[in-house]
């Protein structure tokens, strides 16, 4: 795939409005993450105000990750009106399978067209109908081929899915391809996995075939991490050196580091 760093020009010369109603935990991480690589984000998560916002953004992150009944209300306005308006949302379905109040509310969400859903493999599963066990927030079991899981779920949402973890998956139903770039410090600090649904939401802002945009934003992101990784003294050290590593970005690095396979 040669458009990543196409899709990551697109990003830095056009600096997309990326509306997010999203996770107390991780909204100014989020915010920032969209900052680096050139976009221009808002946290709006007043009912008032979430069409108007929604309506004049080019993309729109929901992020279940602290949900109540008023934060919900406004994903439904905000999502409503990027549907009007053929605004791509992404939906980052984080804790989904947890509780029943959170499924429950993942349902309602998925009643809207949202261009890409991503979560981690017992997320993505759970929100795909499966019954899972789930920690908290953090990845739990799955019974089943987690490729063919995704390959479905896309096609009957007719979206694409993006499944993070260790590797991870980005399907449109039809093809598959496996991201193989990242760290394991990614998973040392709360919010790498907010910060993953905001950059792809980032992508989808500027470019419209959302297949390219889920892998072009991961592949950025993981890479930006593992050259973080190099110079990290630890947890803290590395947050700091992704958010610097990410405006080095180039084509020189993105070709010569991803690890992109699409699957036969």
């Known amino acids: 795939m040669d458009q990543i760093f196409e899709a990551l020009e697109k990003v830095r010369s056009e600096q997309p ?15 920032n993450i969209v900052k680096c690589f050139g976009g221009s984000p808002v946290m709006a998560h007043a009912p008032e105000e979430a069409a108007d916002m929604a309506s004049i953004a080019k993309a729109v992150v929901i992020n279940i990750g602290t949900l109540n009944n008023s934060t ?10 990027a549907n009007k308006k053929g605004i791509p949302i992404v ?4 804790g989904a399978g947890a509780t029943a109040y959170r499924n429950q509310k993942v349902k309602e969400l998925l009643k809207y067209k949202i261009a890409v859903i991503k979560g981690n ?11 899972v066990s ?15 899981i995704a390959k479905k779920f896309a096609l ?15 399907t449109n139903g039809g093809d598959v391809f496996i991201i193989k770039n990242g760290t394991h410090m990614m998973a040392e600090i709360v919010g790498t ?7 792809i939401g980032t992508f989808c802002a500027v470019e419209k075939n959302y297949l390219v945009a889920a892998i072009a934003g991961l592949v950025c992101f993981e890479i930006a991490a593992e050259n973080a990784d ?17 405006s080095t970005l180039s084509d020189i690095s993105i070709n010569k580091m991803k690890k992109l396979e699409k699957l036969q």
Not at 156 to 170: L, P, Q, S
């Open 230 to 246: 190099k110079t990290s003294e630890g947890p803290g050290t590395f947050k700091m050196k992704l958010f610097d590593k990410i």
């Open 91 to 94: 939906l980052d379905v984080v």
């Open 134 to 148: 789930t920690k908290g927030v953090d990845s739990g079991s799955v019974s089943g081929n987690m490729i063919d």
């Open 72 to 81: 919900v209300e406004a994903m439904k306005i905000a999502m409503e009106a």
């Open 156 to 170: 009957e949402r007719e979206c694409v899915i993006a499944v993070t973890g260790k590797e991870d998956i980005v």
């Open 193 to 199: 996995g907010c910060m993953a649904g905001s950059v």
């Open 17 to 31: 409005l990326v509306h997010h109603i999203t996770n107390w935990v991780t909204i100014s991480d989020c915010a």
């Open 121 to 131: 493999a017992s997320e993505i599963a759970s929100a795909a109908g499966i019954n």
